[in-house]
């Protein structure tokens, strides 16, 4: 594994979020590797982060023509329009909810298939895939160590 995937690996997957910023940045990720490798998200973190204001859930939600036309000029992040809508779009349904730790603290034990229906309901541009590997990587689904990997045992030592 290269450096960028042993280190999400080992000091992110599967550890939980604490605030809705950190969950928004995750998801904005996980929409925008669709189609790429992670390691190519991975490797675009942080103009994703500049460019995004450090995912700042207030701050994309009041994105306007503007700001959609910068990221979409941005070479740091991926150009692509459906998925620089649906960042935008979505901070604004987080920002509605009030809470999105709460909205998902309050499906938590729900199945992937019904996870997929309340994020489609809610989100935009929230598959199957997305949905799983977002829920995986934050830890409301189980799965992203097997018992033998030694990070699955601190996530265990936190839970």
């Known amino acids: 594994m290269d450096e960028w995937n042993t280190r999400y690996h080992d000091e992110e997957y ?3 979020l604490a605030t809705d910023d950190e969950l928004f940045e995750r998801l904005v990720l996980e929409i925008n590797q669709a189609g790429l ?6 490797k675009k973190r942080d103009a994703f982060t500049r ?3 450090g995912f700042a859930v207030t701050k994309v939600a009041a994105y306007g023509d503007e700001q959609r036309a910068r990221l979409l000029a941005d070479a740091g992040v991926i150009r692509n329009r459906l998925k620089v809508n649906a960042a935008i779009e979505n901070a604004r349904r987080i920002q509605a909810l009030g ?5 998902l603290e309050q499906r938590r034990g729900l199945d992937l298939a019904a996870w997929v229906k309340e994020f489609k309901r809610t989100f935009v541009f929230t598959g199957g895939e997305i949905v799983n590997e977002f829920l995986v990587s ?3 689904l189980p799965g992203a160590h097997d ?4 990070v ?6 936190l839970n």
């Open 37 to 42: 490798s992670w390691l190519t998200i991975l």
């Open 51 to 53: 460019a995004y204001d």
């Open 138 to 140: 934050t830890g409301y």
């Open 14 to 16: 599967g550890f939980p």
């Open 99 to 103: 809470s999105f730790g709460g909205w």
């Open 152 to 157: 699955y045992r601190r996530l265990k030592k």
């Open 147 to 150: 018992h033998d990997c030694p």
